[in-house]
């Protein structure tokens, strides 16, 4: 699966919330389907636990700047929360 495609996807047809304090809110509400965190989070729960409130987290190869493109976007993303797919197939990321 292209990741770069899947997220643009996702933010284009679903529901997603980006940045940190978005993507906590949305993982402690039991919202996120899937939590999204680059390598230069900030927050230490994404970097070392493999799931945060029972919401299972893809540690993105990527820094934030890099997961920021990815997304199609022209800032830096640290951490985004994945709410609904849409019709995108990301769901079936592999997490750690």
């Given at each position: 699966?292209?990741?770069?495609?899947?997220?643009?996807?996702?933010?284009?047809?679903?529901?997603?919330?980006?940045?940190?304090?978005?993507?906590?809110?949305?993982?402690?509400?039991?919202?996120?389907?899937?939590?999204?965190?680059?390598?230069?989070?900030?927050?230490?729960?994404?970097?070392h636990e493999s799931r945060f409130e029972k919401v299972?987290?893809y540690h993105y190869p990527g820094t934030s700047v890099?997961?920021?493109?990815?997304?199609?976007?022209?800032?830096?993303?640290?951490?985004?929360?994945?709410?609904?797919p849409g019709s995108s197939a990301i769901l079936s990321?592999?997490?750690?």
């Open positions: 699966m292209d990741l770069g495609h899947a997220l643009k996807v996702a933010l284009q047809t679903g529901k997603v919330r980006i940045g940190v304090n978005e993507t906590i809110d949305a993982a402690k509400a039991k919202h996120a389907r899937l939590v999204i965190a680059s390598t230069s989070c900030p927050y230490e729960p994404f970097l299972p987290v890099e997961l920021g493109a990815a997304c199609g976007k022209p800032f830096p993303i640290s951490a985004l929360a994945i709410l609904d990321l592999e997490t750690s």
